[in-house]
């Protein structure tokens, strides 16, 4: 088993308390090529993510934690809640998307990307039905150590999508049973 394999990392709700640190996160120079390309307050924050809180909202927003220490975020949704996004851009109605950082600068090489997308996983499978378990990930080809953290979490190549008029690559991981 590799050291990457016997890490353990604990998946909780994102909290109203969260949105300093995803803030900073946020603006973290490692984050601005694929996620954030602008910097944000503090105020820009909490309104966009404060909101995804509620049981009500179709995003499903996790921290990622290593002993306790945060250092990732990760959401997920149902792709048929976003038709805009699963049906119109990606062609996929049932299933699942991700999307998900490392935050913490410190945090990053150590491959936790890659075991926080598993717990996720394991986190979301409990939580929707069995033609839900269909998991996706979209990342632009030039961001190599997403596409790595992806394909290490065993999520494969499915094909070329476009969004915001960038080019993307899918990933899938299919855990129907």
Not at 28 to 54: D, G, N
Request: hydrophobic letters at 35%.
């Amino acid at each position: 088993m590799s050291e990457a394999q016997s890490i353990t990392v604990r998946m909780r709700a994102l909290t109203v308390s969260d949105m300093p640190l995803l803030h900073e996160w946020l603006n973290q120079p490692h984050l601005r090529p694929f996620y954030e390309r602008e910097p944000s307050t503090l105020k820009q924050v909490t309104e966009r993510y404060a909101c995804r809180i509620s049981s009500n909202h179709p995003t499903n927003c996790l921290i990622a934690e290593l002993n306790g220490a945060p250092f990732g975020y990760l959401q997920w949704y149902l792709n048929r809640a976003f038709p805009e996004y699963g049906t119109d851009t990606i062609g996929i109605t049932a299933g699942v998307s991700f999307d998900y950082y490392i935050g913490d600068p410190a945090s990053l090489g150590q491959q936790l990307g890659s075991v926080m997308l598993n717990a996720a996983v394991e986190h979301v499978k409990p939580l929707v039905c069995a033609e839900d378990q269909f998991f996706c990930v979209g990342h632009r080809p030039e961001n190599a150590s997403a596409l790595h953290c992806s394909q290490h979490a065993g999520f494969r190549y499915c094909k070329d999508f476009t969004e915001d008029g960038l080019p993307h690559e899918l990933y899938v991981r299919d855990e129907k049973t």
